[in-house]
């Protein structure tokens, strides 16, 4: 058989994956399409369910440290009568953002505007105090808006901050349950040690933040928390896990963890840089 006759014989099977005829693929891409159907079906369904949700009233007077100095919880709506939160993983004691924060937050310079001109405000918060943020912020080329809640109990509050001590005894509720959260685990899990250290500090200092985001309405000058979702509940929040999830290998996270912040990746972000769409940005 020729090198050429070789390459054009249909195979079976590719790096254990089944080779089929155009036709075969067309019909088992219908069937999947009915799967992703039901599951966009049952995502509008679940956003309705959401924003049929109670509303609980915020009277705590709030006040973050931002851009335009100190602002209560009402003011970080800035005319607008929706606000989203990201409750971004930056502790005082860290010397950098939480990598998984960051890869979420890398989108947000994109499509903020976007929500602003919704009357949907979007924020980042975290517990750093706010000169630490802005450096960090400078580092990574973020725009958006990032208030330090340092001085006040508004992480604590909505869970998404906790003391060693709580830790110690177990006390730690983080989405909607006491404990069995892997960054709840004594020793911690070898990931949570190597994201602590990319922050510059312990795993008990490190798990003392966790991620989150949560959302308020403003009316009558009355701010409401609407809704806040943890932990694989913001998955859908993470832009390129919606793209790798179309990948052939998809995720792909055999190895660990295997992403960094954006500046970190060396040769990876070369390789990235070096195609054809980074050319013609260049250009």
């Not at 219908?30 to 369904?45: I, Q, S, V």
């Not at 009558?220 to 859908?236: F, I, M, N």
């Not at 793209?243 to 290998?249: E, G, Y």
Request: aromatic share 12%; hydrophobic share 35%.
């Amino acid at each position: 058989m020729s090198t050429k006759a070789a390459e054009t014989e249909p195979r079976t099977q590719r790096r254990g994956h089944k080779v089929v005829s155009k036709e075969e693929w067309i019909a088992a891409r219908k069937e999947l399409l009915a799967a992703e159907k039901a599951h966009t079906r049952r995502g509008d369904e679940l956003a309705r369910l959401r924003q049929e949700l109670p509303w609980v009233r915020i009277d705590k007077d709030y006040r973050f440290d931002t851009d335009e100095g100190k602002a209560s919880l009402a003011d970080l709506f800035r005319g607008c009568s929706q606000l989203l939160i990201y409750h971004f993983m930056f502790g005082p004691e860290y010397a950098a953002g939480c990598p998984s924060c960051s890869a979420i937050a890398d989108s947000f310079n994109g499509f903020v505007i976007h929500l602003a001109n919704h009357d949907v405000m979007l924020w980042a918060v975290s517990r750093a105090p706010f000169a630490k943020l802005q450096t960090y912020k400078r580092r990574m080329g973020w725009t958006f808006p990032w208030a330090s809640s340092f001085n006040n109990d508004f992480n604590f509050d909505f869970n998404v901050s906790f003391t060693q001590e709580q830790q110690r005894q177990g006390l730690v509720d983080y989405n909607y349950q006491r404990g069995g959260h892997a960054m709840d685990a004594t020793p911690p899990p070898e990931p949570v040690a190597q994201f602590a250290a990319t922050c510059g500090t312990d795993a008990a200092t490190y798990t003392c933040e966790r991620p989150g985001m949560s959302a308020f309405a403003l009316e009558d000058d009355v701010v409401y928390h609407t809704y806040s979702s943890y932990a694989r509940g913001l998955d859908g929040l993470w832009v390129m896990y919606q793209w790798l999830d179309r990948a052939p290998k998809g995720r792909n996270e055999t190895d660990g963890i295997w992403w960094r912040r954006h500046d970190e990746y060396g040769t990876l972000t070369q390789k990235a840089d070096s195609c054809c769409c980074g050319a013609e940005t260049r250009a």
